[in-house]
């Protein structure tokens, strides 16, 4: 019995033991391959250490290869609260090198981390600061290599490009769109480091960083240095509430230029209010477009056949009755009887409401909407606005009315010249894109090139051609007079529209507005501008925002290398306008008959004989009558 008794106990201890085995087998399992990478990822946590390095941010080029955000190299603060041996010594210097109080910096040093970054205190520290901090040689305490992004034009493109956060992360405009893409991989040194946190020899490797991609976009910088020179001569000279620009190509979508005030600089964006550095007016800002509205209705009016420009006439007696409301033309009196060509020109609001009338509600709002208004462009930018229509089913005979000449709906700056381009270049809508192509960093090799994409077809090319015509007779001798480029063909309109607060529109507070494009036979550029609310002075398209697009488009003459014409247009001069004039040879010329032949021009001349053998201008130049020639006598 007894030996019986020995024999269960024995087969008791050895079942014991065999599932003892069993667990510790399975527990040796469970951690060698279950759990192994959690367990190996601690344990690196506990003698690994990387020093951080960060990567370049992607550079931003304009279409030449100018660089409009770069990167420049700072130095941040980084602690092993393991590896310092003296904590208050360390805490004192780094706190007074600083100017942050002991407590601050104390935080830092005895945090219980195995790295620690000093945020912010540390961050972008200036040479000198750094050059203290390395002089003291503490225990501990590194100086890591940091990217900080730099604006290289300040305030230049600031709500298109947006800015960075203090981690270089992409927080509005362009950094922010295509933060994926310009955000580079940081790097670090490594090492190991013992139980106690010091560093063991030869240990120590280096992970290169990998910089963000580049970017270049479609931006012209000569031609966005001038649009801002432009508006920021307006702010000076009228105290507007608010201005915009952009310039397009009209064949391919591509954004010139594109700006509006107030801006700000994207260095020190902490400096500015949300609004400011938030609102990029040009995609943003809704409003009644006025006048520059009525290119849709004429290229609306034009492909359904219902007017001829040249043949067909309107009288214009100064206003027009309209289901009981009274529309009235900016000109008291009217401007009589006119060719609609004429209506054009003189952006005569009762000829537009007829206009309007014979095209109906149905086909106009299909035209508005074909023409893109009521929806996004889908440009590359954050913050685009959608407009406001109508809803057809509440569009009564004033509605339709209002709406034929840009009143009572409500458009983006985006919206209204992508839509003219689509008039003028052929009948075709584009998607409006400022990002040309996404670059590899070192070599700043292309790897994906964006191109012109066609929302639809919109108009014919013949009509698109008349477009261009009235829009052109409009420079040459209606409204759009001031932006006539003597010897050049510019097109374009005017607009002047009223301001709505609180559902009703505001006295004497308009937003002026001017689009103009050149060659007007084969157009390659086409501006917009908007001035909000100018004060000092009648608020008038073709007074305030005319001639500010005009002086673009002088600058873009050479800028886009726009060839004068053979068949430049003629302006229709007023009593009141500066004519231009063609200086005519007068070299060999006795002095009297050369005055006479100069008569329209102030003659200044030296030397004392009676025949001339120079002249400036020379022959052939085109300068305002009463301008200054200056002769040289033999």
């Known amino acids: ?109 005895n945090k219980k981390t195995s790295i620690e970054r000093v945020h912010p205190e540390g961050r972008k520290l200036s040479y000198e600061i750094a050059d203290q901090i390395n002089n003291l040689h503490l225990d501990g305490v590194y100086l890591v290599k940091e990217s900080t992004r730099s604006y290289n034009y300040n305030k230049l493109l600031s709500h298109t490009l947006g800015f960075v956060g203090i981690d270089n992360q992409g927080l509005s405009g362009l950094e922010l769109m295509y933060d994926n893409y310009l955000t580079g991989k940081d790097g670090a040194i490594k090492y ?40 920021n001569n307006a702010v000076d000279k009228y105290n507007p509430d608010q201005a915009l620009a952009i310039a397009m190509n009209p064949n391919t979508g591509e954004i010139l230029a594109i700006a509006s005030r107030p801006d700000f600089e994207p260095n020190q964006y902490q400096n500015y209010t949300v609004e400011q550095i938030n609102r990029n007016l040009p995609i943003w800002m809704t409003y009644e477009p006025g006048s520059t509205f009525k290119i849709i209705t004429l290229a609306t009016a034009l492909e359904e056949n219902l007017v001829d420009l040249e043949k067909d006439t309107y009288y214009d007696s100064g206003s027009i009755n309209v289901d009981g409301a009274r529309i009235k033309c900016w000109k008291a009196g009217g401007h009589g009887f006119q060719t609609y060509l004429q209506v054009v020109e003189n952006s005569c609001n009762p000829g537009f409401v007829t206009l309007g009338q014979k095209i109906g509600k149905e086909t106009l709002f299909q035209y508005i909407n074909k023409f893109g208004f009521g929806e996004k462009t889908g440009i590359d930018l954050n913050g685009e606005s959608n407009g406001i229509l109508f809803n057809i089913d509440n569009v009564g005979p004033v509605e339709l009315a209002t709406t034929s000449f840009g009143q009572g709906v409500s458009v983006t700056p985006i919206q209204q010249i992508t839509a003219v381009s689509a008039a003028i270049n052929g009948g075709y809508l584009l998607k409006p894109y400022i990002v040309k192509s996404l670059n590899e960093p070192e070599t700043n090799t292309i790897i994906k090139n964006f191109q ?41 309109k005017t607009g002047t529209a009223q301001k709505v607060q609180n559902g009703k529109y505001i006295i004497g507070n308009y937003i002026v507005s001017f689009i103009g494009f050149m060659p007007s036979d084969n157009p390659r550029i086409v501006i917009y501008v908007a001035i909000d609310n100018a004060k000092g002075i009648t608020q008038y398209g073709g007074t305030i925002a005319a001639p500010i697009v005009r002086n673009i488009l002088l600058n873009a003459i050479d800028i ?42 102030k003659v200044e001349y030296t030397g004392g004989g009676n025949k001339v053998i120079y002249q400036s201008p020379k022959e052939g130049s085109r300068i305002y009558e009463g301008e200054t020639i200056k002769l040289m006598l033999n």
């Not at 390095?53 to 700072?74: C, E, F, Q, S």
């Not at 290169?208 to 801002?228: C, F, H, R, S």
């Open 1 to 109: 019995m007894f030996f019986k008794n020995i024999h269960v106990r024995i087969k008791i201890i050895l079942l014991f033991i065999i599932v003892s085995f069993i667990i510790i087998i399975m527990k040796v399992f469970y951690v060698q391959v279950i759990n192994y990478d959690k367990l190996n990822s601690l344990a690196n946590k506990l003698w690994n250490r990387n020093l951080p390095i960060m990567a370049n941010r992607g550079k931003i080029y304009d279409i030449n290869g100018i660089v409009i955000a770069d990167n420049k190299t700072t130095t941040s603060l980084v602690l092993i609260p393991n590896q310092i041996k003296n904590k208050i010594k360390t805490t004192t210097l780094l706190a007074n090198i600083l100017n942050v109080t002991y407590e601050q910096m104390y935080k830092h040093v």
């Open 452 to 492: 012109k994409q066609i929302t639809r077809k919109v108009i014919d090319e013949d009509t698109s051609l008349k477009v261009r015509y009235a829009l052109e007779s409009v420079v040459t001798n209606g409204t759009g007079r001031n932006a006539f480029i003597d010897g050049y063909r510019v097109g374009g």
């Open 560 to 601: 886009l290398k726009i060839e004068k014409p053979q068949n430049a247009s003629e302006k229709k001069y007023n009593y009141y306008d500066k004519k231009y004039a063609t200086v005519p040879s007068v070299i060999n010329m006795n002095l009297e008959d050369a005055m006479k032949n100069l008569k329209n021009f």
């Open 192 to 231: 190991i480091s013992d139980a106690k946190g010091n560093k063991l020899e030869l240990t120590e490797s280096y992970e290169k960083p990998q910089d963000g991609m580049n970017i270049t976009l479609t931006i012209n910088y000569e031609l966005q240095a001038v649009i801002e020179r432009e508006l």
